[in-house]
């Protein structure tokens, strides 16, 4: 049973930053493609990021260049730095291992997430 937990999230002003981690248990880190998604209140989960596990990166369009998603293969731990963040920024995060191409669909069960408000 693989189990994800994320943390890091929490209320940051507008221009902020904000630094997410996702442990992950089971091997289903190593061997596969992680993202990152996030559901905002009303809206369906979206793909934000992803990195495969050679190391390879992908993003959103509405993230590109404001945050940076990387990856702990030796501790089995995704990261999410976000700079630059925006009142639309506002959702429930997410990790999961994931498809290596896009769609970048998600491939196992979710966990608690973690909640990013972006307010002032």
């Known amino acids: 049973q693989v189990q994800l937990v994320e943390s890091g999230g929490g209320l940051v002003q507008p221009g902020g930053s904000l630094r997410l981690s996702c442990a992950a248990s089971?091997?289903?880190?190593?061997?596969?493609?992680m993202g990152w998604y996030r559901q905002a209140p009303g809206k369906q989960r979206e793909w934000v990021a992803a990195?495969?596990?050679?190391?390879?990166?992908k993003y959103a369009d509405s993230v590109k260049g404001r945050f940076t998603i990387s990856r702990d293969n030796a501790k089995n731990t995704l990261f999410l730095q976000m700079n630059g963040l925006k009142p639309g920024d506002t959702a429930v995060y997410y990790c999961?291992?994931?498809?290596?191409?896009?769609?970048?669909?998600?491939?196992?069960?979710w966990g608690q997430g973690t909640q990013v408000t972006v307010s002032s």
């Open positions: 999961n291992a994931a498809l290596s191409t896009w769609p970048f669909n998600a491939l196992g069960s």
């Open positions: 990195a495969t596990s050679g190391g390879r990166t």
């Open positions: 089971g091997s289903i880190f190593s061997s596969n493609a």
